[in-house]
């Protein structure tokens, strides 16, 4: 099936991401302006626009996906991300989410422990000229502590928990963006770092898919 991808990107924004309460104009200008359809392997690009999440492949093991638009985006509208900020997106997969952050931060600097799409998100960011991106292969639950500190920080899926380690990587007055919680008990975290303590406040319900490596650590007591 064929597919004007542009006219896509508006029905999107319209339909799925203005609907949510977005209102800020550069994100909505970087969802408008970043082909989603990049992204994927070119036997799903038909998949980019559909109201939902996106499975893509990795070597991993663990199954991976591209977040569906409406969450990306409230979570990048709570981080209040300004001109001049350095993120740090971690668990960027194919390098979509950077793409975005790219359009409304100073650099981004894209964390993925999968090598297979940490690769793919090196080759797609560069062919389309975001070149204020730098993309990492790593351990996603440490983060990325050789450029820390870091104005923004977003986590690309839910998890148990957000390692103390990535707080400790925000600058003053930074913000970390997380979804805790799995499926339907999701909930959506704004952290802000003041007086360097980082405390976090729930924003809105959410349900994304997990990123892996932030199950929270089983102790037995005896």
């Not at 070119?42 to 939902?52: H, P």
């Not at 007055?173 to 805790?180: D, K, M, N, T």
């Not at 799995?182 to 770092?193: E, W």
């Amino acid at each position: 099936m064929s597919a004007d991808f542009s006219e896509r990107r508006v029905k999107m924004v319209d339909g799925q991401i203005r609907t949510t309460d977005v209102t800020s104009a550069p994100l909505l200008e970087a969802f408008l302006t970043v082909p989603r359809e990049a992204f994927l392997p070119a036997s799903q690009s038909d998949l980019a626009y559909i109201d939902g999440d996106i499975r893509i492949s990795g070597v991993s093991g663990e199954p991976r996906y591209l977040m569906e638009a409406s969450p990306l985006a409230k979570l990048l509208q709570l981080a209040e991300i300004d001109a001049g900020d350095t993120v740090l997106d971690i668990g960027c997969a194919t390098g979509y989410s950077s793409a975005i952050l790219s359009r409304v931060a100073k650099s981004v600097i894209a964390l993925e422990s999968d090598s297979s799409l940490a690769d793919a998100a090196r080759s797609t960011l560069a062919s389309l000229g975001y070149d204020n991106v730098t993309v990492t292969t790593g351990a996603m639950r440490d983060g990325h502590a050789q450029k820390a500190p870091y104005n923004v920080i977003l986590i690309g899926g839910s998890v148990d928990d957000v390692p103390q380690g990535l707080l400790d990587q925000l600058a003053e007055g930074g913000r970390l963006v997380a979804v805790q919680g799995h499926g339907n008990a999701g909930v959506a975290r704004l952290f802000l770092k003041t007086t360097g303590i980082a405390t976090g406040r729930r924003a809105f319900n959410a349900a994304i898919k997990p990123l892996p490596g932030f199950e929270r650590v089983q102790v037995f007591e005896f």
